[in-house]
């Protein structure tokens, strides 16, 4: 029995990229989607939201003079590639699965809503959720936060190259010590950057789980919905 029923599942952009510079790492790409069969396979309502980051990062432009609007709208267009590559990815491993996004642009994907996601997933399908919020200024966590409440799911899965939250950037402090579970508030006071503010704040009003794992090492995925301690629970 799996532990939970239905799932968004965040992937990071930049862990797509592999031991690559840039782009999407075939090797990668297939690993999340076996993870993601896996799973699917255990009869898990799943919606997943993709980041952009390794493809263009609408932030970073900005920094780079890019118009902030502009730029959040070529990171929106980088998840939609990064949507079509694992959409593509699953449907060879056999999954069935739609992709919908937030800004028109069908034939590329259908528009979303909760209720086509909803009924999508009931019917069987993996529910890939692109182009961020559809709006600027809001990052692919906050449209993970968005999707996941709008879908009612049990959790958010936040998919990491890490295997939980530390109290400090594990990778460049060795010292730093991980949280089994660890509440909203003490991230937010702690100024963890487990997801952007506004992508936090929203779990925490609407009671939305967060689960950060390491989704880089494959089985993980599973053992997260087997129960397995292998993360770190943010929770009210």
């Known amino acids: 029995m799996a532990k939970f029923k239905r799932i ?20 990668r790409l297939n690993d999340y989607a ?16 993709i980041g952009g980051g390794n493809i263009f990062r609408g932030l970073t432009g900005a920094g780079k003079g890019f ?11 980088a998840t939609v590639i990064n949507s079509l590559a694992l959409s593509s990815a699953l449907g ?6 739609k992709v919908l996004t937030a800004i028109r642009m069908e034939p590329i994907g259908e528009f979303y809503t909760k209720w086509k996601a909803i009924e999508a997933m009931e019917a069987g399908n993996v529910c890939i959720f692109s ?3 559809g709006s600027p200024y809001f990052t692919t966590d906050t449209g993970s936060s968005l999707r996941g409440i709008e ?12 295997d939980g939250i530390y109290t400090a950037d594990p990778e460049k402090d060795p010292a730093a010590t991980k949280f089994n579970d660890i509440s909203y508030d003490e991230v937010l006071s702690r100024g ?45």
């Open 151 to 162: 879908i009612e799911a049990d959790v958010m899965l936040k998919g990491t190259r890490v």
């Open 92 to 97: 060879a491993a056999g999954v069935k699965n």
């Open 131 to 133: 182009a961020g919020t």
């Open 34 to 49: 076996r993870q993601i069969k896996e799973v699917h396979e255990m009869g898990v309502q799943i919606g997943i939201v």
């Open 192 to 236: 963890l950057k487990v997801m952007d503010l506004t992508a936090t704040c929203m779990c925490k009003e609407n009671n939305l789980p967060i689960y950060v794992f390491n989704m880089d090492v494959v089985g993980n995925l599973k053992k997260v919905m087997d129960g397995e301690d292998i993360g770190t629970l943010v929770h009210p």
């Open 67 to 77: 118009d902030r609007v502009k730029g959040d709208q070529m990171g929106m267009c």
């Open 8 to 27: 968004l599942l965040k992937l990071s952009g930049e862990s797509l990229m592999g031991n690559q510079g840039y782009g999407i790492d075939t090797e």
